[in-house]
């Protein structure tokens, strides 16, 4: 072993490069290598992210006090294979920020170790340790949670809304530059009778610069400008990162506008780019394939979605059903289904091609199963509240679709707005029923 960047230690094992804690060398070599070669050795590995060129995981490894954070890696186009030739590890780019950040006293999770093997020149395995943030939440969770849900104090929220922008105002004139810089990748720590603490994560995208011009910051604050947090909250926001010190010369107010107009881009990029990921296979869904039938489905239904499916091509034999709607194209039922031992109510509507043209159209465009599961998705990330979509599937023969469905979670207690307008005017006079239709309809717009 020798020294590296004064603190860490390198040494080779099994093919590979590791930089490592001097005190962590014999915990890395026992327990956690094995497992990235073994992993079936290690049950309570959790998968907290999986996208087409990372998994992120979390275990204990043998030490229920330290649980860790495994980054791994990929690069799953040829194009990247080939620069990872000449390119470093990413490990290696997410360690040297790390350190970076720990230099400037801006709070980011514990670095551990970094590891990395190639062969014939190209990068294979590529991955980086961390220690676990014990109490610390993402705050895009942490927001919908306590700020969106509205479980805390007006001035705990003032309170944790300024901390905030004081920390994004410090990491800004420390020279840091996140080029993707949401509320998921930031993570807060909150504790009683203290002021929080918020975590960079996603060192990747990180840029160490000698200055962050106007031009970046105005960049990231339109990044963190959340549609779903009310106006007066982002304002706040935005007067509290300023306060510290006025930049450019501009007055707040002018800023202000500019973000906001900026804002509005951005939102329709970020749907745009989200639409395409929900047909993706990520942590959260995952593609199916039984038989003739392929589909995606929410990956926490995966295990029972082949006693779905059979319910479904049966016909739902045996099963509690309501129809609630039907149609030559389309039928619509309430299903109820065993869910982990409960009696767990779905919406399931049913789509079949009706004639030529129909059959013609579906070779050129999504169908009808699947355009609901993009437009649900399209509904979810935009703030408008509807059922959890949980599955979408579609038969086809000769790639001309015959059948598919279009599964959603049932809403408890939900009616329908007719139903629901006529219950609530049904003993009130007509000026009654009308001002109660307009706020209803004024709430809908």
């Known amino acids: 072993m020798r020294k590296f960047e004064e603190n860490f230690l390198q040494f080779r094992q099994k093919g590979f490069i590791w930089w490592v804690q001097p005190n962590d060398a014999a915990r890395l070599k026992k327990d956690i290598i094995p497992s990235l070669f073994q992993p079936g050795n290690y049950p309570d590995l959790y998968l907290l992210k999986k996208t ?69 020149g190209f990068l294979k395995k590529d991955y980086l340790i961390l220690r676990e943030i014990g109490g610390a939440k993402p705050l895009n969770i942490w927001i919908q949670e306590n700020i969106l849900q509205e479980s ?72 963190l400008n959340d549609f779903r947090i009310s106006l007066t909250d982002r304002i706040r926001f935005l007067k509290a990162y300023f306060q510290v010190k006025r930049l450019n010369g501009l007055p707040i107010k002018n800023i202000v ?13 970020l749907w745009k780019k989200r639409k395409r990921k929900c047909l993706r296979e990520r942590k959260e869904n995952e593609w199916w394939k039984i038989g003739s039938w392929k589909g995606m489905v929410r990956s926490d239904y995966v295990s029972d979605f082949s006693q779905i499916l059979k319910k479904i091509e049966s016909n739902y034999a045996g099963t509690e059903v309501k129809n609630i709607k039907k149609s030559f194209r389309t039928s619509v039922k309430e299903v109820y ?66 059948e598919g469905f279009f599964m959603t979670k049932k809403i408890p207690e939900a009616k329908t707005s007719d139903v629901f307008l006529k219950k609530i005017t049904m003993d009130l006079n007509d000026s009654e029923k009308a001002s109660i239709i307009k706020d209803f309809l004024i709430r809908l717009a």
């Open 52 to 120: 087409d060129t990372r998994l992120i995981v979390r275990g204990h490894f043998n030490d229920p006090k330290e649980p860790l954070i495994i980054k791994v890696f990929k690069r799953p186009r040829i194009k990247d294979k080939l620069k990872s030739i000449f390119q470093a590890p990413r490990s290696n780019k997410e360690w040297k920020v790390g350190l970076e950040l720990s230099n400037r006293n801006i709070p980011a999770p514990s670095l551990m170790a970094s590891g990395f093997s190639r062969r014939f």
């Open 152 to 223: 805390i104090s007006w001035s705990e929220k003032k309170r944790i809304i300024e901390n905030f922008a004081q920390f994004v105002r410090r990491v800004h004139d420390e020279g840091i530059y996140p080029k993707d810089f949401h509320s998921g990748n930031v993570l807060i720590k909150t504790e009683k009778d203290k002021p929080p603490v918020f975590y960079l994560i996603d060192l990747h995208s990180i840029r160490i610069k000698k200055k962050v011009s106007f031009r970046e910051r105005k960049k990231n604050l339109t990044q």
């Open 257 to 269: 506008k500019e973000i906001g107009l900026a804002s509005m881009k951005h939102w329709k990029y």
């Open 337 to 402: 289904i065993p869910q982990q031992g409960k009696n767990c109510s779905f919406i399931i509507k049913e789509f079949k091609t009706a004639g030529f043209m129909s059959n013609v159209k579906a070779l050129f465009r999504n169908s009808r199963p699947k355009r609901a599961w993009i437009n649900a998705h399209n509904l979810i990330m935009r703030g408008i509240p509807t059922s959890a979509p949980i599955a979408f599937g579609e038969k086809k023969r000769f790639g001309i679709i015959q």
